[in-house]
């Protein structure tokens, strides 16, 4: 099973930049998805953003042309800057992983969070 390490949260002014890191524990080559999601004080988890085994990449509207997530291979990792932050940024963080087995079985996978505090 693979396991994903965040990095990279902390205290940021609104309009400030952080980059999110997420280390696996092997290859991400052959994992279909990867991507983060987020969740704020007292409110459900949302997604964020995905970056497929391929390369193609979503966004939630709310940080569409602010975020970018990508993704090094060889470093076993996938980014998150983020640009422009806001006050309503602000939220765990949450690396994960989606797969599918030989029988077509899915597998999602997270990890600890990193806590991203955007204030004034």
């Known amino acids: 099973q693979v396991r994903l390490v965040e990095s990279g949260g902390g205290l940021v002014q609104p309009g400030g930049s952080l980059r999110l890191s997420c280390a696996a524990s092997?290859?991400?080559?052959?994992?279909?998805?990867m991507g983060w999601e987020l969740q704020a004080p007292g409110k459900e988890r949302e997604l964020v953003a995905t970056?497929?085994?391929?390369?193609?990449?979503t966004y939630a509207e709310s940080v569409k042309d602010r975020f970018t997530i990508s993704r090094d291979n060889s470093k076993n990792t996938v980014y998150l800057q983020m640009n422009s932050l806001k006050a309503e940024d602000t939220a765990v963080y949450y690396c994960?992983?989606?797969?599918?087995?030989?029988?077509?079985?899915?597998?999602?996978?997270w990890g600890q969070g990193t806590l991203v505090t955007c204030s004034s």
């Open positions: 994960k992983a989606v797969t599918y087995g030989y029988s077509g079985a899915r597998l999602e996978v």
């Open positions: 092997r290859s991400i080559g052959n994992i279909n998805f």
């Open positions: 970056i497929s085994s391929g390369g193609s990449t």
